[in-house]
Structure formats: C-alpha cells, structure tokens
C-alpha cells in the first residue's frame, strides 16, 4: 500500500495537521475547495482527530490538545484579518465568512445549528445547478468574525449530534456529519490594471487594416485622458468575486452488529451507516478504476454521496485520513480501511480557482443593466 504520510500512536494532533492539513488551508483561502474526510471503523478515532468532540479534550490541555478543526494557528498558513465587523470591506478588498454543520441520520438531513423544533424546520434539500454544481438549499449559514466563533458553533452542532453508546464505543457516532466552512473574497480591480494589458492587444490587431488602426489610436487617447485626471480612474473598475468552501467531514464508523451487540434504535442506526459507506465505496471504486471513468458514478445512490458529489469526483482538493486501530482483533476492519483509502488515493480531481468578475454572478437587474448602458456607451464613443 501507498499513501502519502503515515502516523502511529505516538503522533500528535499538531503533527497531523502540520503535514496534511496546513497546506489545505492556504489553498482555501486562495479560492479553492478543500474537504477533508475521516474515515475507519468505530471507535478508531475520527471524531476525535477531525476535532468534532472538542468537548471531551480541549479542557485538559488547550496548548496542546488540538485537531484539525478546532486549532486557531495563527502564523502556520495564510490567515485572514481578524476584525470585529463580519464583512470586512475596504476600496482594495472585502471578505465574509460563514459556517454550517449538517448530519446525515438515518438517511435523513439534520441541520445541527438551527435553534428551531424539528417540525418547523425547512427541509434541507440537495440539487443540482446549471453548471453541475452540487447546492445545499434549507442549510443555516451563520455568520463568524473569528476562530472563537467558529469553535462555538461547532461545539453547538456537535452537542446537537446524535451519538449512542455500543460494545466497541461508550460514545460512538451514530451519523455522518459535516462542518463547512464558508469563504466570499472581493478585490477591487481598477480599470488602470486592465489599460496596462491593453498595448498587447493593440499590436496584434493594428496590422490588420487601418480602420482598426484608427480605433486603436482612439483608445490610447482615450487612456491618456484617464491618466491625466488620476481621481476619476481610481473610482473606475470592477469587483473580483472569489467563492470557496471547506468540508470538514466525520464519517460514522463502519462496524459489525454481531461486535457492537446493538438491538433497536442502534441496530438500525448501524445498518443506515454501514449503507452510507457502502454506497461511498461503490463511488470511489467507480472513480478510481481509469478504465470505467466513462461508465455511471452511482452518487445518487445514498445522500452522503450525494452531498460529497463535488469533493469526491469535482472541484475540489480532498484529503482522506484512514483512522485504524492497533489491536489484532481488530486486523480484518483495519485491513479493509486500507484499502479503502488506497482505492480512493487513486482519484484525480480537476482543481480550479472559484473566480469571477461580480456580474457574472450578480442576480440584480438594475446591477446588470447599468453596467449594459456603460458598454453602450463605450462603444459608441470608439465609433
């Protein structure tokens, strides 16, 4: 088997993080997806390693004592500005941030941070955009200005999370849940920045006839003007929009009920999550074998697949950690975790930096129309 890093018993949090989970970070925050998922048998320690049971560690120890989410490391990777406001705006950039907590029970969606009765709840429903993008409609995003916040909503939805007790696990989970975070970063792009690309274009195109030409020597005029009144220029350009997202992913253990010795409730909560997974594996089979890439991915099979859609075959940067237990009686589990996640190392995702100017993504009329009337204009003046 091969993997890209390896860790036994005695590894701590912060190496982990450190070596997997650092670079992961610069890469959202410079608009790219990231989701990182843990997976292995109950009680192999997932929730503790994705930092989902802050609870249970974090009062012993702060310094030391850390997870991949739950670890404000300020200085290790590229860190946003703390302020006290939740849009941070100023002319040369602005960014918000949000955070969502959702669990998978029972093949049933949970939103773990909306204070309302279950039955007043709207449902959270999964579809489908226009450029095959998965959306999550009925989720709460809530709003955070700082790592304080994030960890307090987190520790909110986790309070919230079913869990249960088995044979193997005194507090095991008893569904799938994910915490995302949220990441809209705007820069201001002056119209300046665009002039000075304009000169290569100019070149190629002034040989081609002497209309062209003409229209050409308009536009350096037209750009001497712009330099010669600064103040109107400065308030010329553009928004750029850059939309990322992080999934932080703590799959239920797979387990046998013949070992957990679950009855009722639990003994159907462990078929759900045992089907959760199998479906999972089925997908990153169907995704890992180059020669069946053409045939059907099967995501719609179970709703954590559905959900993990983009991190597990679309834009997205993914980050398996196979938590496995050192006991023997534990060998045929940890064996088959392995292969899990060597099957699933085998995956190649198409990366792309969730950019755009803010038209393209601005649903307001009046917004639209108004920039439609300035390239009218533009172009009329050219003419």
Request: aromatic share 6%.
């Amino acid at each position: 088997f091969q993997f890209d890093y390896v860790f036994d018993s005695t590894s701590t949090q912060e190496q982990v993080f450190t070596k997997v989970a650092s670079n992961l970070v610069d890469r959202f925050t410079n608009g790219y997806n990231v989701t990182i998922l843990a997976y292995g048998q109950t009680s192999s320690g997932k929730t503790y390693t994705m930092g989902t049971a802050i609870d249970d560690h974090i009062s012993k120890n702060t310094e030391q004592e850390v997870s991949i989410v739950s670890t404000p490391r300020r200085g290790s990777s590229t860190s946003l500005p703390l302020q006290s406001n939740t849009t941070v705006h100023s002319k040369s950039s602005r960014f918000t941030v949000h955070v969502s907590f959702i669990e998978i029970y029972n093949e049933e969606l949970v939103d773990l941070l909306n204070p309302a009765p279950p039955n007043e709840r709207a449902p959270v429903i999964i579809r489908e955009d226009t450029k095959g993008q998965i959306i999550w409609s009925g989720i709460r995003e809530v709003p955070v200005v700082n790592t304080e916040d994030v960890l307090r909503y987190l520790q909110m939805g986790t309070e919230n999370r079913a869990t249960g007790s088995t044979d193997m696990n005194a507090k095991s989970s008893r569904s799938h849940a994910i915490f995302s975070v949220t990441l809209k970063q705007e820069k201001w792009v002056s119209s300046s920045s665009n002039d000075r690309q304009s000169p290569n274009s100019t070149r190629s195109i002034s040989g081609s006839n002497n209309r062209q030409s003409t229209l050409n020597v308009k536009a350096m005029i037209g750009q001497m003007e712009k330099q010669s009144s600064p103040s109107e220029e400065d308030e010329q350009g553009e928004w750029m929009v850059t939309n990322s997202k992080f999934h932080f992913v703590d799959l239920a253990g797979s387990e046998r009920l013949k070992r957990t010795a679950a009855e009722g409730d639990r003994r159907k909560e462990g078929i759900n999550i045992n089907a959760g997974l199998l479906a999972l594996g089925n997908v990153i089979y169907a995704l890992s074998d180059s020669s069946k890439r053409s045939t059907h991915v099967p995501y719609r099979d179970s709703k954590l697949t559905r959900l993990l859609q983009d991190s597990l075959g679309g834009n997205s940067t993914t980050l398996m950690i196979a938590c496995v237990s050192p006991a023997d009686v534990n060998l045929v589990e940890t064996v088959n975790t392995i292969k899990y996640a060597c099957r699933a190392r085998n995956i190649r995702n198409k990366t792309e930096k969730n950019q755009a100017e803010e038209w393209m993504i601005n649903d307001n009329v009046e917004h639209l129309r108004h920039i439609i009337a300035k390239l009218k204009a533009e172009i009329k003046t050219l003419k």
